[in-house]
C-alpha cells in the first residue's frame, strides 16, 4: 500500500542523475523503515483491541474509533500534505510527519483513557499525512531508470507485507509486554530514523503552492460525520436522531468540500477526476476491497478473543494465512489483469470474496475455528488481493499519462477511507456480538460482507471498463 503525491514527479532533489551519491540506498531503507510503521498502524491495532478495551473500559464505539480515527486522518490529509510537501520541501514534510508520528504513538502507548488514546491515533493519522506522500515523492525524484523500478519494487513490498506482519506483531506484543508496546514500538524506529535521516534526505526547494485548507477540513468532518452516524446506529437505531443528524450532516459537509473544491483555484482534489472512467472504477473496487479487508480483521480479532477465548498471539497467528492469502491474490491479480482484463479480473475477485464470506454468515460459537471461520477468511481475502491491484492498474493505466498522478491521490485516499467506513459499517451491524458475546452480531456482519461482495461484482460487470491496462511505470503502485 502506497500513497504516491499527484506531484511527486515535479520535485526537484540534489541527488545526481547518474545515480553517484551511495547514499540514496540507506535513505531508501529508512523511508521505507518509516513507511512500514505507517502501514502496520493500520493492522497492528485490531488483535490488541479486546486488550485495550479491558484496561481501560472501553465500549464498542471507541474500539471503532481506535481504529477509524488513524485511517481516517491518514486518508482524509493525504491530499493535503502532499501539497504541503511541495510548499515547504518534501525533506521538511517527511521529517516533521516522522516526529508528529512517533510523539503520538508514545502518547498512545502512555493513555490511560478514551480521550488520551483516540487523541494520540488521530496524531499519529496526521503524521503519517505528512510523511507518506513526500517521502514516495522523495524516493521517486531520487532514483531513475532501473534503479527507479527496483526502488519502487521495494517500496510496494513495504505495503504488501505491512498488513502480515501486523497482525503477527500485535499479538506477539500484547501478548507478552501488553497492548501498549504495539504503539511504544513505533518509539525507538522513529528516533533513529529522525537521527539518520536528515545526513541522507536530498534538501528539496520549496516550491509556491497554495493549500487548500477549507477543503481539507471539509472532507476529513464529513467522513467523520459519516462514521460518527454510522458508529451511533448500531446502539441507538438507524432512524434515530443520533444517527441520521451526522449521516446527513456528513452529507452536507461532502456537497459543501464539492463546491469548495470547483471554486478554488488550486483545489485539494480535482473533481474532473471523477469524470475518468477507469478513476471512478478505480476508486470504488480499493474502498470496498478495504472495507472489506479491514473489517475482517476488526470482526474476526473481536469474535476470537470475546466469543472463543483465543489469546492476541494465537488469534495473530490465525490471521497470519489471511494476510498471506491476501499477498498471493495480490500477485496472482497483477499477472491476470495484463492477461484478461481489468473487468474479468475485478468481477472474479468480487466473486471468489463473495463466496468466502458466505460460509462465515453460518458461523457458531462451537465449531472448530480452523474448519468454520480460517477457510473462508482466506478465500475471501484472497480474492480481495486481486482487486486492490486490479483497482490501481485501473486507475493509472487507463488515464493519460499526466494524470495517472492525480488518479493515483484519488485511490490512495479511498483506501484509508474504505477502512474506516468498513470497520463503522461492521462494528455497528455487529454490535450485539461484540457487547454482548452474541454469535448473531457477527454471522450479520459477515452476511453484510456476502452480500456487498456480490453487489460489487454486479456493479464491476458495468463500472470496470473493458481491456487490459499498459502500466507505464513509475510511482503509482499499491
Known amino acids: 500500500m502506497s500513497h504516491p503525491h499527484h506531484t511527486a514527479d515535479a520535485a526537484h532533489t540534489s541527488i545526481s542523475h547518474d545515480g553517484a551519491d551511495p547514499r540514496r540506498w540507506l535513505m531508501l531503507a529508512l523511508l521505507c523503515l518509516a513507511q512500514f510503521m505507517l502501514i502496520l498502524d493500520v493492522t497492528v491495532v485490531n488483535v490488541a483491541l479486546p486488550d485495550m478495551a479491558a484496561d481501560l473500559n472501553l465500549g464498542r464505539e471507541t474500539l471503532t474509533w481506535v481504529v477509524t480515527a488513524y485511517t481516517l486522518c491518514f486518508g482524509g490529509l493525504m491530499l493535503l500534505g502532499g501539497r504541503l510537501a511541495d510548499a515547504i520541501g518534501a525533506h521538511r514534510s517527511v521529517l516533521a510527519g516522522l516526529a508528529v508520528f512517533t510523539a503520538a504513538s508514545l502518547v498512545t502507548g502512555l493513555a490511560t483513557s478514551a480521550p488520551m488514546l483516540l487523541s494520540g491515533r488521530v496524531f499519529q493519522g496526521i503524521g503519517a499525512a505528512l510523511l507518506s506522500p513526500a517521502a514516495l ?81 471539509l472532507v476529513t468532518a464529513g467522513t467523520g460525520s459519516l462514521i460518527y452516524g454510522l458508529v451511533k446506529a448500531g446502539d441507538a437505531g438507524w432512524g434515530s436522531a443520533a444517527a441520521v443528524f451526522p ?180 462494528s455497528t451491524i455487529a454490535a450485539t456480538g461484540i457487547e454482548r458475546g452474541a454469535i448473531d452480531g457477527f454471522t450479520d456482519a459477515f452476511t453484510l460482507s456476502a452480500a456487498a461482495a456480490a453487489a460489487s461484482a454486479l456493479i464491476a460487470v458495468v463500472l470496470v471498463p473493458r481491456g487490459k491496462p499498459q502500466m507505464t511505470g513509475g510511482p503509482h503502485v499499491h
Open 247 to 426: 449521516l446527513l450532516g456528513g452529507l452536507v459537509l461532502y456537497g459543501a468540500f464539492v463546491a469548495v473544491e470547483r471554486a478554488s483555484r488550486a483545489p485539494l482534489m480535482d473533481l474532473r477526476m471523477f469524470t475518468r472512467r477507469p478513476v471512478v472504477a478505480g476508486a470504488f473496487l480499493m474502498l470496498v476491497a478495504t472495507a472489506l479487508l479491514i473489517a475482517f480483521f476488526f470482526l474476526g480479532s473481536v469474535y476470537l478473543q470475546h466469543l472463543r477465548g483465543f489469546s492476541p498471539l494465537k488469534t495473530g497467528l490465525v490471521f497470519l494465512p489471511v494476510a498471506v492469502a491476501t499477498g498471493i491474490g495480490a500477485h496472482l491479480g497483477s499477472r491476470l489483469v495484463g492477461r484478461i482484463g481489468s473487468r474479468t479480473t475485478a468481477v472474479a475477485g468480487m466473486v471468489i470474496a463473495a463466496a468466502g464470506s458466505v460460509p462465515l454468515a453460518w458461523l457458531s460459537a462451537d465449531d472448530s475455528v480452523y474448519v468454520g471461520l480460517l477457510p473462508g477468511l482466506v478465500v475471501a481475502s484472497f480474492g480481495i488481493g486481486a482487486v486492490f491491484v486490479t483497482a490501481t492498474t485501473t486507475a493509472l493505466a487507463m488515464v493519460a499519462h499526466e494524470e495517472a498522478g492525480l488518479a493515483s491521490g484519488v485511490v490512495n485516499t479511498f483506501h484509508e477511507v474504505g477502512g474506516s467506513i468498513g470497520v463503522a459499517v461492521m
Open 137 to 217: 515523492s522523495i524516493v521517486t525524484t531520487s532514483f531513475h531508470g532501473d534503479e527507479r523500478n527496483k526502488a519502487l519494487g521495494v517500496w510496494a513490498a513495504i505495503g504488501g507485507t505491512g498488513s502480515a506482519v501486523g497482525v503477527l506483531l500485535g499479538g506477539a506484543l500484547t501478548d507478552g509486554p501488553g497492548w501498549e508496546w504495539v504503539f511504544y514500538i513505533n518509539v525507538p524506529v522513529g528516533v533513529v530514523a529522525l537521527a539518520a535521516l536528515p545526513a541522507v534526505l536530498p534538501r528539496h526547494s520549496p516550491r509556491p503552492a497554495r493549500l487548500d485548507l477549507p477543503g481539507a477540513v
